[in-house]
């Protein structure tokens, strides 16, 4: 697709619950990033594939956390069992990632709002 | 560890006035930074960058020098319009450290007629 696509926009589930956040990134891009974002905070990263591989999960907060980028296009981010402090925009970003080029851009979708009841 | 730190909103201007939002960062090294811009329902969008000290980046108006003197990156316009209104958020990146951002908590700029 043109953008980086995120599904769903928005989820409401209970505490306890599993949670799946699904990524498209643009076409191409190698590199794939999660990011959270807190009302009234800046987005704080989680994740980064280059890949299928995840080159740095050191923003992973806990053991409940988890994500995979299978065949290196989409991605999906789990949250098992959800809590109410997940509650917040999860934001995913791509990159060409082609080597050499360390000042291409990262374009971000529009986020998937997360709200745990 | 890197860190970066805006002014806090919401910052309320009228249509045509001066627009500073300052920040500042800490890193250790030399790294890239940027100003990003979330239109309310978007996604956040690149408004510019500046790789190396001394540099100037410039878009639609906006302009942020990278000064490593004073480790800041302060955004400005010169007469800012009613479509402005947006939060924006100051960031810098690490070559080394794949390409990852680490950003500021935004700061909403309103623009009133």
């Known amino acids: 697709g043109a953008g980086v696509s995120q599904t769903p926009s928005n989820k409401v589930t209970e505490k306890g619950k599993y949670v799946e956040l699904r990524c498209d990134p643009i076409?191409?891009?190698?590199?794939l990033y999660w990011y959270r974002q807190s009302l009234g905070q800046g987005p704080e990263f989680l994740i980064y594939?280059?890949?299928?591989?995840?080159?740095?999960d050191s923003g992973l907060p806990n053991d409940r956390f988890f994500a995979v980028r299978p065949e290196g296009s989409v991605s999906t981010l789990k949250i098992q069992p959800a809590e109410q402090g997940d509650s917040a925009v999860y934001v995913c970003?791509?990159?060409?990632?082609?080597?050499?080029?360390?000042?291409?851009?990262?374009?971000f979708g529009e986020g998937s709002w997360l709200t745990v009841v | 560890g890197n860190s970066v730190t805006q002014m806090e909103g919401p910052v309320t201007l009228s249509e045509e006035a001066f627009l500073t939002i300052n920040c500042t960062y800490t890193?250790?090294?030399?790294?890239?930074l940027f100003w990003y811009v979330q239109y309310p329902g978007e996604g956040l969008q690149l408004l510019l960058k500046?790789?190396?000290?001394?540099d100037k980046g410039s878009n639609k108006g906006f302009e942020a020098t990278y000064r490593k003197e004073t480790t800041s990156f302060h955004l400005e316009k010169g007469s800012v319009q009613v479509s402005d209104s947006a939060v924006y958020f100051c960031?810098?990146?690490?070559?080394?450290?794949?390409?990852?951002?680490?950003f500021g908590t935004g700061t909403q700029l309103k623009v009133e007629l």
């Open positions: 970003a791509s990159r060409s990632g082609r080597i050499g080029d360390p000042g291409n851009t990262i374009y």
């Open positions: 076409s191409g891009h190698t590199a």
């Open positions: 594939f280059q890949g299928t591989g995840a080159a740095d």
């Open positions: 890193a250790t090294g030399y790294p890239s």
């Open positions: 500046a790789t190396k000290a001394d």
């Open positions: 960031a810098l990146r690490y070559t080394g450290g794949g390409n990852k951002l680490t």
